[in-house]
T-cell receptor, first 113, second 112 residues
Framework: NAGVMQNPRHLVRRRGQEARLRCSPM?????VYWYRQLPEEGLKFMVY????????ESGMPKERFSAEFPKEGPSILRIQQVVRGDSAAYFC???????????FGQGTRLTVV | AQRVTQPEKLLSVFKGAPVELKCNYS??????LFWYVQYSRQRLQLLLR??SRESIKGFTADLNKGETSFHLKKPFAQEEDSAMYYC??????????????FGKGTKLSVIP
């Protein structure tokens, strides 16, 4: 099992562009979490998804951010019209159920220039 | 609102010295507490959870509900312990998900 795979590892976008971050959970895991880590801060919960469902998006900014976890393929975190303040490390974690340990990916470092 | 505080941004100790990484939390209830570790260029991984009460790599952590603390301890630091350590809180498992609140992390540097 290769672990949680995130790509790209590094992403540079100009202000106003769109950023798409991908997360492939571990085999057999149907629960995905996204976290954001701003510079000098701890990881902050953004959204919790199961296959084809958003369970809790209470940590997502109200505008420009969206997430999906389709029946087939990776989970996608999408940021439209990026701004400098979106520069951060974005981590994905997956678990087989919502009640057991979640395993983290290596993160995607987004830089907005 | 739940919060996790790690007061030390950086902690340097000599090899063989005891280590204590501090973590305090605020939550109105009985949360689950965790320690995560991130070695250089590696992914975040679970080190300890308070409900298992086990020792991993010589590290232990005791939940003190009176002081709302969950400090991480090791009697003799090793060079390979150098890493970033994060304390995290999860609402009780009855809440039905694994939505962690993390502290800002403490960078442990073990000096040879």
């Amino acid at each position: 099992n290769a672990g949680v795979m995130q790509n790209p590892r590094h992403l540079v976008r100009r202000r106003g562009q769109e950023a798409r971050l991908r997360c492939s959970p571990m085999k057999g895991h149907s629960h995905v979490y996204w976290y954001r880590q701003l510079p000098e801060e701890g990881l902050k919960f953004m959204v919790y998804l199961q296959k084809e469902n958003i369970i809790d998006e209470s940590g997502m900014p109200k505008e420009r951010f969206s997430a999906e976890f389709p029946k087939e393929g990776p989970s996608i975190l999408r940021i439209q019209q990026v701004v400098r303040g979106d520069s951060a490390a974005y981590f994905c974690a997956s678990s087989p159920t919502g009640l057991t340990e979640a395993f983290f990916g290596q993160g995607t470092r987004l830089t907005v220039v | 609102a739940q919060r996790v505080t790690q007061p030390e941004k950086l902690l340097s100790v000599f090899k063989g010295a005891p280590v204590e990484l501090k973590c305090n939390y605020s939550y109105s209830g009985s949360p689950e507490l965790f320690w995560y570790v991130q070695y250089s260029r590696q992914r975040l991984q679970l080190l300890l959870r308070h409900i298992s009460r086990e020792s991993i790599k010589g590290f232990t952590a005791d939940l003190n509900k009176g002081e709302t603390s969950f400090h991480l301890k090791k009697p003799f630091a090793q060079e390979e312990d150098s890493a970033m350590y994060y304390c995290a809180l999860n609402p009780p498992s009855g809440a039905g998900s694994y939505q962690l609140t993390f502290g800002k992390g403490t960078k442990l540097s073990v000096i040879p």
